[in-house]
């Protein structure tokens, strides 16, 4: 027997047979060339294959009831090959997997199809702690038709179930579609998604909870029926463990110690509820850098982002898009840590604001928020936070440019700053008795209603120019009146706040 091939025995259907799969050395693992398509011939094949061998399945269609891969070992595709999962999960379980090895499918279309039995499904089940798999160059689909909600399972048509702590899932250059649900993950996981589609999925795209690193970028996801992406930060028994990366990768921004949530280049259009949605437990913290790069988020059916009571190290947004989200564009809510929101645009929210502060310390610059139906910018909260807005542009928003209402200490620093033709006021301030606001180099021109309306604060506004305004420069109540402070050296536009009118009881226009 040459050395080129290995002989496999086994019986068929038909009885005892002998077939030959020829084998080459390629990239110092041993390749498998599988020349039948029956499922027998391929599970025996991938039975008897050693370690970080390939398997190249053949170019038809192959339906399996179930795949259980227990070592590290590369299944490979051709134009034509179509490997069906029926009734069945392809099942990962690599045991302790200390050498931290692989599983790999590649270059194939796989297709999940179930007949609603009364029990868990999941298309890719990893049932090790320290899994890893890799996935690339394929297009990943559930032909099931619809989610049962009288089956009580813990999964119903997932396409990933990372369910044991340290599982790691690459996925590269995929399309994932048709689930109902993409993804679910436990504490600890390690996910890494890049160049990617994910849509038409019945359910959330992603459910991920207290990742160790999850990495998404150049990826899409559209028309998901629920939210797009929801991360759950909380520290439980699980997370409290080991929490050293499993991750095989060379990036070194995925060998961080600390935990790492990044999201850059992604695309998320028409999610039924929020784009992404990242939330925890505002008591306990839960050490986490996370940051959104250079996405767009379009036409959700909540607000794009949303971000709410989460106590976690830092919160970075820049570069991102809002566009026609149902509600408001970006909403941060009582987030306990730095935010910083640097060049992000925000319009058209339909029934929101551009971006929405509750209770929340943030640094705003270069801003751009124009056409939302409720406002450019809301700041509201009872904390001691820090907000800062400089370099911005509030522009025709369709009510009042910047509402902060109720922020009874802390600051709020606006500089540099446009506010320009908007259908409300430009700034509307009321019950920020305790609170500090100072405006310095803004401008306020050619709003509907009143250049700025303050009720029940303190402050100070200098070297701001307030033009055209329809309804005048400035209302202030009696409190206002005593306790804000105008300093501009442009006497052209110097501003007597005796002479501005009172209204006590102010409202929103």
């Not at 032909?143 to 009580?152: D, E, I, L, V």
């Not at 986490?288 to 009571?309: M, P, Q, T």
């Amino acid at each position: 027997e040459s050395q080129d091939s290995v002989r496999l025995s086994f019986l068929t259907g038909e009885g005892a047979s002998e077939h030959l799969f020829t084998s080459k050395e390629f990239s110092e693992n041993l390749v498998y060339n599988c020349a039948s398509d029956t499922s027998f011939s391929i599970m025996s094949l991938i039975h008897s294959a050693s370690e970080n061998s390939v398997i190249e399945l053949p170019a038809s269609h192959v339906v399996l009831e179930r795949l259980n891969l227990n070592r590290p070992i590369t299944l490979k595709g051709f134009p034509g090959t179509l490997l069906e999962i029926r009734n069945g999960s392809i099942n990962i379980n690599l045991g302790h997997n200390h050498k931290k090895q692989r599983v790999v499918i590649c270059e194939t279309n796989v297709v999940f199809t179930s007949s609603g039995l009364p029990e868990s499904t999941a298309l890719f089940n990893f049932q090790g702690q320290k899994d890893v798999l890799e996935v690339r160059d394929c297009q990943i689909k559930s032909q099931n038709n619809s989610f049962n909600p009288n089956q009580h399972c813990e999964i119903q048509d997932v396409c990933f179930w990372l369910k044991q702590e340290h599982s790691t899932l690459y996925l590269d250059s995929c399309r994932v579609s048709n689930f109902f649900k993409g993804l679910i993950a436990g504490p600890n996981s390690n996910i890494r998604v890049e160049r990617s589609h994910f849509q038409d999925l019945k359910s959330s795209a992603f459910l991920v909870e207290s990742p160790k690193n999850f990495l998404c970028s150049f990826s899409n996801f559209s028309r998901c029926g629920g939210t797009s992406i929801e991360l759950k930060l909380v520290k439980s028994s699980k997370s409290e463990g080991k929490s050293n990366s499993c991750s095989n990768s060379s990036d070194s921004t995925f060998h961080q110690n600390s935990n790492q949530v990044t999201l850059e280049n992604c695309n998320f259009k028409s999610s039924g509820a929020y784009g992404v949605y990242v939330h925890g437990d505002y008591k306990a913290y839960f050490p986490c850098e996370v940051k959104l790069d250079s996405c767009e988020f379009f036409n959700s059916k909540k607000e794009g982002l949303a971000i709410k009571h989460l106590n976690t190290t830092s919160v970075s947004i820049q570069g991102n898009t809002f566009k026609q989200n149902l509600k408001s564009g970006c909403w941060l809510q009582k987030v306990n840590c730095p935010v910083k929101l640097i060049q992000n645009q925000t319009y058209e929210s339909q029934k929101g604001y551009g971006v929405f502060l509750y209770d929340v310390s943030a640094n705003i610059s270069y801003l751009e928020s124009y056409r939302n139906a409720l406002g450019g910018v809301m700041v509201v909260g009872s904390s001691s936070n820090q907000v800062t807005l400089t370099k911005s542009s509030l522009q025709n928003n369709r009510e009042n440019a910047l509402s902060i209402l109720n922020f009874t200490q802390g600051s709020v620093k606006v500089s540099k700053t446009q506010i320009n033709r908007n259908t409300g006021n430009g700034v509307y301030i009321t019950d920020c008795e305790k609170a500090c606001l100072h405006f310095k180099n803004c401008f306020l021109r050619n709003n509907s209603g009143y250049g700025a309306v303050i009720s029940k604060a303190k402050g100070l506004i200098s070297n701001s120019v307030f033009e055209g305004n329809y309804l005048g420069p400035l209302c202030m109540d009696e409190t206002a009146k005593r306790s804000f402070t105008i300093k501009n050296k442009d006497t052209h536009n110097s501003i007597d706040t005796k002479k501005s009118p009172c209204k006590p009881n102010c409202l929103i226009f």
